[in-house]
T-cell receptor
């Protein structure tokens, strides 16, 4: 049982390049999330998907797009990377319902944009 | 909007010292409250949670009590170990959404 997996673990991009961060979970969870973590700011929600086929913006969606490929996979795309997107990105998943349900986190992707 | 405020770190303690990390939250609605821990190079993992007023969450010697009157959920441990060195995040949950505090780094010295 791998839980939540993310690829890649590290990435360096030049300004203007694009890339997709991959996330998969094997816990049969309905909800999936993308966060970014910046020093002193905790985790901020970028996008989430309450269930397969739906996605919604979080607190900081600008410059990102997402795809809920199926129940297991939720990808985050940067179309034209900017230095302000240098951060650590975490994917998470949880069950849905009246809750509260724990969110399970992946190990993160450390992205540097130069 | 909803927010969580926790004490800034780093917090540096000697082994076996008493730990308190303060956390306050906005009282809109009836949130659940969580503490997550992040060890170096890893993702966050749930440490403990409380779902209603006066509930006490506990795990691995850590405790936190949901205080509605003071909108607080302070994390405590009676005797910290070097292995407790990590970043601790307080979070409030509404439905399936979490709002995180800024995190507090704890460093425990032998």
């Amino acid at each position: 049982n791998a839980g939540v997996t993310q690829t890649p673990k590290f990435q360096v991009l030049k300004t203007g390049q694009s890339m997709t961060l991959q996330c998969a979970q094997d816990m049969n969870h309905n909800s999936m999330y993308w966060y970014r973590q910046d020093p002193g700011m905790g985790l901020r929600l970028i996008y989430y998907s309450a269930s397969e086929g739906t996605t919604d913006k979080g607190e900081v969606p600008n410059g990102y797009n997402v795809s809920r490929l199926n129940k297991r996979e939720f990808s985050l795309r940067l179309e034209s990377a900017a230095p302000s997107q240098t951060s650590v990105y975490f994917c998470a998943s949880s069950e849905v319902g009246p809750g509260p349900y724990e969110q399970y986190f992946g190990p993160g992707t450390r992205l540097t944009v130069t | 909007g909803d927010s969580v405020t926790q004490m800034e770190g780093p917090v540096t303690l000697s082994e076996e010292a008493f730990l308190t990390i303060n956390c306050t939250y906005t009282a809109t609605g009836y949130p659940s409250l969580f503490w997550y821990v992040q060890y170096p190079g890893e993702g966050l993992q749930l440490l403990l949670k409380a779902t209603k007023a006066d509930d006490k969450g506990s795990n691995k010697g850590f405790e936190a009590t949901y205080r509605k009157e003071t909108t607080s959920f302070h994390l405590e441990k009676g005797s910290v170990q070097v292995s407790d060195s990590a970043v601790y995040f307080c979070a409030r949950g509404a439905g399936n959404m979490l709002t995180f505090g800024g995190g507090t780094r704890l460093m425990v010295k032998p």
